[in-house]
């Protein structure tokens, strides 16, 4: 099956907004959008005025999807310039990723079951004519819905879309094209530099009305001419929709309790859902090794960009806690080696992960975890203080999370005083 990308460029190379994946460049994109964090950014968050002119929007996600920059050092920062009322609405924004993870932590059959359904329907765009090629022309940009079309061809150049496109774009992937949910949320997985199994899986199905039950999205003509500035006017969307349905039931599953630091040195394994490094761990640190696997997002290929993108984070990461070789692991195999290597090495048997969320990097290190053990090796997962405060928060809808939010802005300026 081939997945073309459009015929030709969309944009001028010179005018592409760079997301450079080393903490430095996402340090640096923060202190020029910060400006913006406050009532700007509510006033004009929703407008997609094109990837040309992007100053409403923060752009931040495919460093803080990667922690390259962590959310609190986002929120540190729109706090010594706003008040937490100015800022209300892009806090609020930062807090989404959050209530994502910690929601899909504490429902993990979700991503078990986006990943069957998706294998099924990836296996019936290759038997049923009619599915392939409704989803070859939604995925080379050939649908005839221009600001579809666009989108297609500006997420595969660039690696982003503006969040109310991705909105549109799934809505009218699900009511107006009827293509299977699993098969968009894949396209934008594998595309997106900013992809996560969070909020990606939980973007589509709130769209859906799958998160929020028989609430789904719907993608307007109007809304679309307002807010991308009359750049968009599409006539022939669906207007009768039903919000989508399932069998499953996915039932809550009890946070695990976060695994603590080890007292002895220990070898750090930077993976590409945590780059942040040792921040406030260098003592012991004794080592480090990479673990980049973006090809695990999907069965289908995952472009280059996407893999240059992680490898590179991991890479700088990597750099960033002085290690002497910038060895990033491709799988779980690879891990296990470097890892027994480097033990031998340094005479240590402890290594320390900031724990992924549900998904790819996760379930991946869960059988590394286990294969090291079997050779006297212990893998601790320890979880960033930031998750740990919000997650418990998450097991239902934002509201929740949005009420404590005094509460969280609270904790975390008393955990900056002991950094
Ligand atoms: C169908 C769909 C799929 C999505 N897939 C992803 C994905 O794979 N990866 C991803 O990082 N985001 C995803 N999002 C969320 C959101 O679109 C992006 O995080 C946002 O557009 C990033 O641009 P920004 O940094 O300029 O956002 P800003 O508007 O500047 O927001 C600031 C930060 O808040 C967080 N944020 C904002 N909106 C959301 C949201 N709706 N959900 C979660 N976090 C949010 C991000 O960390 C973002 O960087 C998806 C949304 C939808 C509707």
């Known amino acids: 099956m081939s997945l073309l990308p459009t015929d030709a460029s969309l944009f001028d190379e010179e005018e592409a ?28 968050r929703n407008f997609d005025f094109g990837p040309t002119n992007r100053n409403n929007v923060s752009l931040l996600s495919p460093w803080i999807r990667h922690r ?19 800022a209300e609405k892009f806090i609020q924004e930062v807090f989404w ?15 078990d079951s986006y990943q069957n359904e998706l294998a099924f329907a990836i296996d019936k765009v290759r038997r049923d004519t009619q599915l392939r090629s409704g989803y070859q ?3 080379t940009g050939k649908t005839d ?25 799934s809505s009218i992937w699900v009511f107006t094209l009827k293509l299977p949910w699993v098969l968009g949320a894949d396209f934008f997985l594998r595309h997106l530099i900013d992809g996560d199994a969070a909020s990606n899986t939980l973007g589509w199905r709130w ?51 976060s695994e603590q630091m080890p007292d002895s040195n220990y070898i750090l394994l930077i993976t590409e859902d945590d780059c942040l490094g040792g921040l406030s761990f260098s003592k012991k640190l004794s080592g480090a090794v990479g673990f980049a ?8 290929e995952v472009p280059q960009n996407i893999k240059d993108y992680t490898t590179s984070a991991v890479s700088n990461a990597l750099k960033s806690v002085g290690a002497s070789q910038t060895r990033v692991a491709r799988n779980s195999d690879e891990v296990i080696n470097l890892v027994k290597r480097d033990a031998a090495e340094l005479g240590v048997s402890d290594v320390v992960a900031f724990e992924p969320t549900v998904g790819p990097i996760k379930s991946a290190l869960m059988d590394v975890k286990r294969s090291l053990a079997e050779e006297g090796f212990n893998l601790h997962l320890v979880r960033r203080d930031f998750d740990n405060l919000v997650w418990p928060h998450a097991d239902r809808g934002f509201f929740k999370v949005k009420k404590k939010l005094p509460e969280f802005l609270t904790s975390l300026s008393a955990c900056r005083r002991s950094y």
């Not at 061809?153 to 109310?164: A, C, Q, V």
């Open 207 to 257: 769209v859906a009305g799958l998160h929020t039950k028989g609430k789904m999205y719907l993608a307007r003509r109007d809304n679309i001419r307002k807010f991308t500035d009359g750049r968009f006017d599409p006539g022939q969307l669906c207007t009768d929709y039903v919000p989508l349905d399932e069998q499953s039931v996915h039932p809550r599953k009890l946070l695990s309790v």
């Open 17 to 44: 907004f760079n997301f450079t994946p080393s903490r430095a460049a996402g340090l640096q994109q923060l202190k020029r959008f910060l400006p913006m964090a406050g009532g700007k950014y509510a006033a004009k």
């Open 293 to 300: 696997a973006p090809e695990l997002r999907s069965q289908l």
């Open 137 to 139: 022309a939604a995925v």
């Open 97 to 111: 990723r959050s209530y994502f993870k910690g929601w899909l932590e504490q429902h993990p059959s979700v991503w």
């Open 68 to 86: 390259l920059v962590a959310e609190e050092e986002v929120v540190d920062a729109v706090l010594s310039r706003f008040s937490p009322s100015s």
């Open 145 to 169: 819905i221009e600001c579809f079309d666009y989108w297609v061809g500006e997420l595969i150049e660039r690696g982003y879309l503006h969040n109310h496109s991705r909105m549109w774009f």
